[in-house]
């Protein structure tokens, strides 16, 4: 092991904050290095379990017999409610309607009703085939597209916003729109499925490794099953295949059932879903009913608007409140909406409950807010992208007053006017529409369509406690430092960027901070790993972890060498004291020998936020991420099919912490966004079982589904309206809305086959069948037959 020599004449540190710096696993990820769960060795007499799920969506469960199963070859045990030592529930919303195994009654197929522990995965997967039940079958609602928003069962209360008078002035506007559109859900298809190893430790103790991005949630409701205290358990993530919102509250089952199995057996525990049983038996993003009136003038002003967003909670309520509260919170986009209601209807439904996925229902939000500007484009014979200018909110700094949200909360960071602007310039998107147009009128059967969207973005946990976040640093006496903090890595850079926040705080190179297991025997009580707010929260706690011991260490030093604090200087690998430089190292070993502290916990929490959700106001968000996107596609009008010909986008990400990273997020966000509103298709058939379980029936975008040319830039100029974390911005949600420009795009592409004349009012996803058959339509009404 060599000892770490740091360059005394090195001007700038390797690794700092505002620097590209790869992935710190990428080199693993390609070489196949990288250790998950399933790769941690196994502990000597490790169990595996089997799922026995329910083969009916909606009945009461007659007879439960286990026999065949328990006398199935490696079979060790088999468990069932009855064996839940503590409470049978893994409801992150605390409605106590989340079983971790079906008592009385299934509500959606594939529901978990048992679990087989055996000797080996495959004796416990075959064993779980033998079970004989009998269903007392009941009837099952399977969609939301022809229930009630109004009266139909909803599984929490919804949430209401309202600002100024929308019914009279959408009754009193010039024009009026009223319609529905429908957007299907999506499935997060992550490369990891779920996985947990759980072992067992001395009395009520256990240690899970497991794929979650909440491990304080996974703990607590891991110790409610198992009916200990929060001490008891132990829940350790060192980095998950992805997890995109699937692994926020879905992981909570899996983790429990192998802590119930690894206590009772005391051996460990090991359960991991194969892709079929992932997609079945998982929550999914929630598919909408949007439903809107809109009244506006004839210049395309909107005065009023009106929405009814219901979304398929699935048979629980897991976290479709607050999904659907993010999506009010979205409905306006980038648009100033004078008078507005908006209210949101978490339908119960008999499918497996849907959860947070990227954009946490704010991308259901931002469609509903594109339709209404297209029903306007079009009611007005102008082009979309001018309508969306014409209703932006007020630019930062403009002394107007169109700048208060739905929710009552002033925008006041507002640069989508520039991005907007210099993405139009550079995009080339009136020179393209006239090639697009001359195109398509010498076309008989491709036709192309463009569009330019913009993205607003609210960055916060509208939970006001889960805008916290904890870390804990070490240094150690050769310098070295240990960091730990409460986010988790699934692959989106997070544990890089904190360590280059530790970093740049010290002034040391990149490689001297060591990135170590999200762990919550070191960081407790933190919030999940979403809502864009991994690197803000758990960067700023970090920074003051690292703060506390810097500023010990220039108490030292100005106390030693007689020196004021003012003269304590952090320099790249040493620090200058007075008139005189000493390494990092050298420092840290002096304040070692005379018993200064090199040991924080540092703790951060957002400021400024609160949200009161029976009134509907507050100021809900910190601050907001903006970006815009512009798209290009092709049409087939014969078939349907379609290629996404170019893309540019500009997004805003503030003072990056890494535009390497970044620029990453932004291209990934927006081809998850696009498979979304194109291709990712869920499906079930009459009896509620999910026909789309597997890659050969669920189709996400391949690498021959990206724009053919794509363009990605961020703002070089934009920083953050706040003091957020060296005024970065977060990028983790923001970018996937981008993908909206697809949508619209394709939308432009039907639309010519009337010659831009009637809406297509195409629903999403816009699969190649559902383009063939807007393009039928709008031929038949151009001809009158509709």
Known sequence: MTKHTPNLQAQKIVGGVHTDQRHDSAHKH???????????????????????????????????????????????????????????DVSPSGMHDDPVFAEGKVQFHGQPIFAVVAETREAARSAARLARIEYDELPAILNIWDLDPLKDRQVVTPLTLKRGDPDAAIAAAPRRIKNRMKLGGQDHFYLEGQVSLAVPGEDDEVIVHCSTQGPSETQHLVAHALGVPSHAVTVEVRRMGGGFGGKETQANQCAAIAAIAAKKHKRAVKVRLDRDEDMTATG???????????????????????????????????????????ALFHCDNAYFYPNVHAKSAPLYTNTVSNTAFRGFGGPQGMVGAERVIEEVAFAVGKDPLEIRKLNFYDAMGSAGERNVTPYHQKVEDNIIHRIVAELEASADYAGRRREIAAFNANSRFIKRGIALTPVKFGISFTKTESNQAGALVHIYNDGSVHMNHGGTEMGQGLHLKVAQVVAEEFQIDLERVKITAT????????????????ADLNGMAAQNAARQIKDRLIDFAAEKYSVPADQVVFLPNRVRI??????????????YLNRIQLSAAGHYKTPKIHWDRAKGRGHAFYYYAYGAACSEVSIDTLTGEYVVER??????????????????????????????????????????????HAPSTYKIPLASDRPKIFNVALTDWSQAYEPTIHRSKAVGEPPLPLGISVLQALSDAVASVANHKISPRLDAPATPERVLMAVERLKKEARGEV
Request: aromatic letters at 8%.
């Open 284 to 326: 999914k993003r929630h598919d909408f009913v949007i439903d809107y009136d809109v009244g506006f003038d004839d210049e395309g002003n909107i005065l009023g608007v009106d929405f009814v967003f219901a979304l398929n909670a699935g048979f629980s309520a897991d976290l479709s409140g607050p999904v659907g509260d993010r």
């Open 578 to 591: 007075g008139n005189q430089e000493i390494s990092f190292n050298d420092l840290v070993k002096q304040a």
């Open 519 to 534: 762990t919550t025997a070191k960081v407790p009580n933190t919030a999940p790993t979403a809502a864009s707010s991994g």
């Open 30 to 88: 390609v070489a196949g290095t990288a250790i998950y769960i399933d790769d941690l060795p196994e502990p000597a007499g490790t169990l595996h379990v089997g799922l026995g799920l329910s083969t009916v969506t909606h009945a009461k469960l007659k007879k439960v017999d286990l026999s065949a199963v328990r006398a199935a070859p490696g079979v060790v045990d088999v468990l069932t409610y009855k064996d839940v030592p503590g409470e049978n």
């Open 647 to 692: 893309t540019d986008i500009l997004h805003d990400t503030g003072r990056s912490l890494n535009r390497a990273i970044d620029t990453g997020q932004v291209e990934g966000g927006f081809v998850q966004g696009m498979g979304w509103l194109t291709t990712e298709e869920l499906w079930w058939d009459g009896k509620g079982r999910l026909r789309t």
